[in-house]
C-alpha cells in the first residue's frame, strides 16, 4: 500500500516562495510517477507537476514554468518549490502517485489529504 502525505502550505504574500512536501510511505514501488495537483474555489483540479519515480523525466503546467520545480531527494519525499507566487496560485495542493507519467487526475490512483496555499495581495 502507498500513502502520500503532504506538508509546507501556509500564506504568503505575492512574489514570495512556499516549498511543499510530499512524503510517500508503504509499497512505494506500485507506481512509476508523481504529480501535484491543485483546485482552486470553484475551479476544477488541475495539473500543476510531476516528476517519475526515478527522477528523470519532469514536467509543468505553462502557467507555473519558470516559477515552479518539482524535484525528490534520495528517500521518498518529492518536493515542489513554488517562487514568485500570484494570488491566481492560491489553492489547495495535492500530491498523487500513479502507473503513468501524465497530467490528468485520473491517471493517478494514491493522494494526499491536500495542503492550502494561501497567497495575499
Known amino acids: 500500500q502507498v500513502q502520500l502525505v503532504e506538508s509546507g502550505g501556509g500564506l504568503v504574500q505575492t512574489g514570495g516562495s512556499l516549498r511543499l512536501s510530499c512524503a510517500a510511505s508503504g509499497r512505494t514501488f506500485r507506481y512509476y510517477a508523481t504529480g501535484w495537483f491543485r483546485q482552486a474555489p470553484g475551479k476544477e483540479r488541475e495539473f500543476v507537476a510531476a516528476i517519475t519515480w526515478s527522477g528523470d523525466i519532469t514536467q509543468y503546467a505553462d502557467s507555473v514554468k519558470g516559477r515552479f520545480t518539482i524535484s525528490r531527494d534520495n528517500k521518498n519525499t518529492v518536493y515542489l518549490q513554488m517562487n514568485s507566487l500570484k494570488p491566481e496560485d492560491m489553492a489547495v495542493y495535492y500530491c498523487?502517485?500513479?502507473?503513468?507519467?501524465?497530467?490528468?487526475?485520473?491517471?493517478?490512483?494514491?493522494w494526499g489529504q491536500g495542503t492550502q496555499v494561501t497567497v495575499s495581495s
Open positions: 498523487a502517485g500513479g502507473p503513468r507519467f501524465g497530467t490528468e487526475t485520473r491517471g493517478y490512483d494514491y
